[in-house]
């Protein structure tokens, strides 16, 4: 049932504590990171990384491709439904990773086994163990976050981008070459908060202030840099898929190419912060702001933008890596409050299934 909330989706936003803890445990080893049957020596001969994915699993491929990038592994995240045409270059030093929870999305299904023909080594990321993902792959890993309801995806996104953070730094302390994150046990360390810190979010939210107060708006913008650029990109697909409203995610710097010819006062842009370096969601949050936009910033409090921001949707301190995930359960919040005030059927919206298993 859902335990006494109005919604599953509700539920399993305030399920992330638990599912992050579960998705945590036993993982992280003396500052180093143990994962399952991925003993460490596993990935010594890959090359490049390919993850292929599709909607909010793409996000969290997308935080993970970012944090291996960092690390210098050749990586690409890829839409699993072009993979066929965009895969590139692939041999046996490819691992493709397929990032999905249910494990029998048919695109991300496809993918993989194109990758496989291709000679290329697999893994699955995902919740479901004995999903078709993780019985075709080479190796599997669970992302541990407990059965989902909604077809929203939550405490799934979170629990993948942790796994994945996870592997990242897995896969860079095999990967000759590769330098695992600078401060790679302070990363690790503050991971272990991370539960708490959702949990603080979910006491200490405004987003259903925030969602009263912008509701009559005609588009929801969502930037963001780095990091912070998925996680605009799911926020902005949260808010569409469940309130039915005009929203788009994208990258800080991008919105003067284009986009911002439909920015007015109409047209809030919700800013993702990552307490890191990403001055360009301040400044093309000012520009946004100039053409008459409130701009709402979603982070840390000690941050920039938060001074030049309308309203602020608060996250407490954190390591960089994991900021954004703290904002996006401020921004589930924000989707979730907006539908329920629009009075959408918030755990099955039209149009979607929890599972697409045609291509
Ligand atoms: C959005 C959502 C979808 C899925 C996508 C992939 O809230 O849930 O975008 O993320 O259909 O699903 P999986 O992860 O099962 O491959």
Redesign the pocket.
Known sequence: GKGGYDHYMLKEIHGQPTALSNTIEGRIDDGDVALDALSPGTFEDVETVQFV??????HAAMYGAQLLRAADVRTDVLRASEYDSMAGPVDEDTLVVA???????AD?LDALRTGADRGARTLAVTNVVGSTAAREADDAVYIRAGPEVG???TK??SSQAVTLALLTQRIAGDVPDATPHGDRAAMLETLADLPQQVETVLETTDAEALAEEFLDSQSYFFIGNGLGHSVALEGA??FK?ITYEHAEGFASGQLKHGPLALVTEASPVIAVSTGSDDDKTRTNAIEAQSRGAPIVAVGPDDHPLVDVADAHLSVPETHPVWAGLLANVQLQLLSYHAAKLLDRPIDKPRN?A???TVE
């Open positions: 994915a599709c909607g909010t699993s793409y990032v999905t929870q249910s494990g029998e999305t991300t077809v929203a995806a799934t996104y697909l949260k898929e979607l929890k599972s697409v």
